[in-house]
């Protein structure tokens, strides 16, 4: 019986960033994939909004340290678990759903040393392979919007924390004026379902136990880095178009084009969402 493929993953089978054109980027630097350290990744392997700022402010939220065992949930390429891993000196899991995200994650992990401390599991965040309080620290970025089921998700993420654990993530956030047609084109095009808005994470995330619920609205800051990355992706025409071609380089201007123009209407914005992991939780 053919598998059914979640649309999230076809979206990754596409997506322009990936362990290929990380490494590419590596080489036209003049550096060997073959001795690589951390640092060399930093550039390239951070799939999200903010870069190492973002990491380390969801490092500070999560109360990560060395003494940490923490989950990273839809991890794909692992860029802030590494991060995580070689500067606090913490054990990470990553999960995401997409096979070939999960072997890159573990294929770039090892070669910059660091998959003694950094795991890749393949799994659905709805249904965490993991047995209940196995965790100290859980984080996302920017991948529950992929997630149909926000609240399981998060049921799920309480399931698996220690009392007094912490969960910190960030994830794009509707505001009322994102119309039906607008989420339909979102949930069509990248695989973003069931946006949620600040409140209704709020809610989600109480509903599921946690406490000390904190909503950071980011919005501002990732207009500025949208608009920074469609002018760099841009830029990177000609070797987006040799590496993917012309049809998908235009299907991810558009794309980023459309983002934009959300986030500046204020139809669309950013959260950062933090929570502690009470008694009655784990």
């Given at each position: 019986?053919?598998?059914?493929?979640?649309?999230?993953?076809?979206?990754?089978?596409?997506?322009?960033?990936?362990?290929?054109?990380?490494?590419?980027?590596?080489?036209?630097?003049?550096?060997?994939?073959?001795?690589?350290?951390?640092?060399?990744?930093?550039?390239?392997?951070?799939?999200?909004?903010?870069?190492?700022?973002?990491?380390?402010?969801?490092?500070?939220?999560?109360?990560?340290?060395?003494?940490?065992?923490?989950?990273?949930?839809?991890?794909?390429?692992?860029?802030?678990?590494?991060?995580?891993?070689?500067?606090?000196?913490?054990?990470?899991?990553?999960?995401?759903?997409?096979?070939?995200?999960?072997?890159?994650?573990?294929?770039?992990?090892?070669?910059?040393?660091?998959?003694?401390?950094?795991?890749?599991?393949?799994?659905?965040?709805?249904?965490?392979?993991?047995?209940?309080?196995?965790?100290?620290?859980?984080?996302?970025?920017?991948?529950?919007?992929?997630?149909?089921?926000?609240?399981?998700?998060?049921?799920?993420?309480?399931?698996?924390?220690?009392t007094g654990g912490r969960l910190a993530?960030?994830?794009?956030?509707?505001?009322?004026?994102?119309?039906?047609?607008?989420?339909?084109?979102?949930?069509?095009?990248?695989?973003?379902?069931?946006?949620?808005?600040?409140?209704?994470?709020?809610?989600?995330?109480?509903?599921?136990?946690?406490?000390?619920?904190?909503?950071?609205?980011?919005?501002?800051?990732?207009?500025?880095?949208?608009?920074?990355?469609?002018?760099?992706?841009?830029?990177?025409?000609?070797?987006?178009?040799?590496?993917?071609?012309?049809?998908?380089?235009?299907?991810?201007?558009?794309?980023?084009?459309?983002?934009?123009?959300?986030?500046?209407?204020?139809?669309?914005?950013?959260?950062?969402?933090?929570?502690?992991?009470?008694?009655?939780?784990?």
């Amino acid at each position: 019986m053919n598998r059914v493929v979640p649309a999230a993953e076809l979206f990754y089978r596409r997506h322009p960033i990936s362990e290929e054109q990380v490494l590419d980027a590596l080489r036209r630097q003049g550096k060997d994939p073959a001795k690589l350290s951390p640092e060399d990744l930093y550039e390239w392997d951070q799939d999200h909004y903010g870069g190492l700022a973002a990491v380390e402010a969801l490092t500070r939220r999560a109360g990560i340290s060395a003494d940490s065992h923490v989950l990273d949930v839809c991890a794909g390429l692992a860029g802030p678990a590494r991060f995580i891993a070689a500067r606090c000196a913490a054990r990470v899991t990553c999960v995401d759903l997409s096979p070939e995200r999960a072997a890159g994650a573990k294929r770039l992990t090892a070669l910059v040393g660091l998959d003694r401390l950094v795991r890749m599991v393949r799994a659905d965040a709805q249904a965490l392979p993991f047995p209940r309080s196995a965790f100290t620290a859980v984080i996302s970025q920017e991948g529950l919007l992929h997630v149909p089921d926000k609240a399981r998700v998060l049921d799920e993420c309480a399931r698996v924390l220690r009392t007094g654990g912490r969960l910190a993530f960030s994830d794009w956030v509707a505001t009322p004026r994102l119309s039906l047609n607008e989420r339909r084109r979102l949930e069509e095009w990248m695989a973003a379902v069931s946006i949620q808005t600040q409140d209704s994470y709020r809610r989600l995330l109480a509903r599921a136990g946690f406490t000390g619920i904190l909503a950071e609205d980011l919005s501002e800051e990732w207009m500025g880095v949208l608009r920074r990355r469609l002018e760099m992706f841009r830029g990177l025409r000609a070797q987006t178009v040799a590496r993917l071609g012309p049809r998908r380089y235009e299907e991810y201007n558009q794309l980023y084009a459309f983002f934009v123009g959300l986030v500046e209407s204020r139809k669309l914005g950013g959260g950062r969402f933090s929570a502690g992991a009470g008694p009655g939780i784990s």
